[in-house]
């Protein structure tokens, strides 16, 4: 068995032991996968005006003593951290960016894996279209992960959110919101 191949299979017998046996202490029952990471999602204005952009920021709160993996993780089994988002009529997204991830190893692999711990913000970049429909909009967001410890992981998750902005007549002033997540690059 060739090196990447062995890595592989300790990935699976990772997975398949998480299924099995996942949160540690016998008798301790293991967290459900859908309530390790808490997203809130942010606005950057209090409206859009037609022509303009925006952005939406995703703030994660990873439970102590998990992890994430990157947006682009290290190893090709791994599963990827996405943000996606529904495009509501005339709105179109235009870039996401992710945090830099932390290298860090861990007992099921050989070597050090890209991920995300703690608190993480995901920001995606949307445009207004000039016939965008006037008024509040619903952006429906799927943020996409799978959440392990320092020796299993949970089963990947789906967690659906959204956020709300409104849209406005080309040439409103729209006035900045959320600074305290959007200030930074």
């Known amino acids: 068995m060739s ?6 299979w300790r990935a699976g017998m990772a ?26 999602a942010y606005v950057s204005a209090d409206i859009v005006p037609r022509g303009m952009g925006f952005e939406v920021g995703v703030v994660a ?25 529904g495009t509501p009529a005339g709105m179109r997204v235009t870039g ?10 861990f007992e099921f692999s050989d070597t050090k894996l890209a991920v995300y711990d703690g608190r993480i913000l ?11 429909p006037l008024g509040p909009v619903k952006i429906p967001l799927t943020l996409k992960y799978q959440a392990c410890d320092d020796s299993t992981c949970l089963p990947p998750v789906k967690l659906a959110l959204s956020a709300e902005v409104t849209v406005a007549a080309a040439g409103a002033k729209a006035r900045f919101v959320n600074q305290e997540i959007f200030k930074s690059k």
């Open 3 to 8: 090196g990447r191949q062995m890595r592989m």
């Open 15 to 40: 997975v398949v032991t998480a299924l099995a046996v996942v949160g540690g202490a016998p008798g301790q029952k293991p967290p459900k996968a859908d309530s390790v990471v808490k997203p809130k």
């Open 61 to 85: 709160e990873i439970a102590e003593g998990f992890h994430i993996n990157s947006n682009k993780p290290n190893e090709e089994y791994l599963i990827p951290t996405a943000l996606e988002a």
């Open 96 to 105: 996401t960016t992710y945090p830099k991830a932390k290298q860090q190893k």
């Open 122 to 132: 995901v920001r995606m970049k949307m445009g207004v279209e000039l016939d965008a």
